[in-house]
């Protein structure tokens, strides 16, 4: 079945640090792939996307490029601040059909001033 | 834009009793919502499906009479836990979706069965 694995946490970095978040996927069919952040004591928001092999999706100083070929989405940002502190999730939804979303494990990530 | 609430926030139970959490999409209409279970330091699990006006899709192995989902109107959403036990104990997610694939959460409702 269709999944999603990311690195485990729970990872924390000094401020400025630059951030790698793993994420490979497994899916039967052509999926858009999705970060979501969920910040302390909110739901979770959708931080970037991307719908097709290699586009990059952004937001906030995050990046993420759909890799077909290692069915990858990793996470980056060049220089992490102490408001990066949160989970982060990776998540697949195929096309069509009810469009659900398919987690990884999540992320936690602690930025210490 | 794009929000939407949960409530409550988090709900204490006696076992045998039932417990209804509420969603709502607070400016936009949601044709879809989702309704989602986390474990400790897991993953958030869908659970059901549910669309305006229509019965819930369930995913395999949630138990349809035990997670009652109604879906009356296009900005609310409930979910009730029949008869909870502390294994039913957890986080509750909802999301909403307007069209296309973005999905908006709630802040999520712990449970705890005691």
């Known amino acids: 079945g269709d999944s999603v694995t990311q690195m485990e946490g729970p990872v924390t970095l000094s401020e400025e640090a630059f951030l790698t978040i793993n994420c490979t996927y497994t899916?039967?069919?052509?999926?858009?792939l999705f970060w979501y952040v969920q910040y302390p004591g909110e739901g979770l928001q959708l931080l970037l996307k991307?719908?097709?092999?290699?586009d990059k999706g952004s937001n906030k100083g995050f990046e993420a490029t759909y890799r077909k070929e290692t069915t990858s989405f990793h996470l980056e940002k060049g220089s992490v601040q102490v408001s990066d502190s949160a989970v982060y999730f990776c998540?697949?939804?195929?096309?069509?059909?009810?469009?659900?979303?398919?987690f990884g494990q999540g992320t936690r990530l602690t930025i210490n001033p | 834009g794009a929000v939407v609430s949960q409530h409550p926030s988090w709900v204490i139970c006696k076992s045998g009793t039932s417990v209804k959490i509420e969603c709502r999409s607070l400016?936009?209409?949601?044709?879809?919502m989702f309704w989602y279970r986390q474990f400790p330091k897991q993953s958030l699990m869908l659970m059901a499906t549910?669309?305006?006006?229509?019965?819930?899709?369930?995913e395999q192995g949630v138990e349809k009479d035990k997670f009652l989902i109604n879906h009356a109107s296009l900005t609310l959403s409930t979910l009730t836990v029949t008869s909870a036990h502390p294994e039913d104990s957890s986080f509750y997610i909802c999301?909403?979706?307007?069209?296309?694939?973005?999905?908006?959460f709630g802040p999520g409702t712990r449970l705890l069965v005691l």
């Open positions: 991307a719908t097709k092999a290699d």
């Open positions: 549910s669309n305006e006006g229509s019965k819930a899709t369930y």
């Open positions: 899916a039967t069919g052509y999926p858009s």
């Open positions: 998540a697949l939804s195929l096309i069509g059909g009810a469009q659900k979303l398919v």
């Open positions: 999301s909403a979706r307007l069209s296309g694939e973005t999905q908006y």
């Open positions: 400016d936009f209409q949601a044709t879809t």
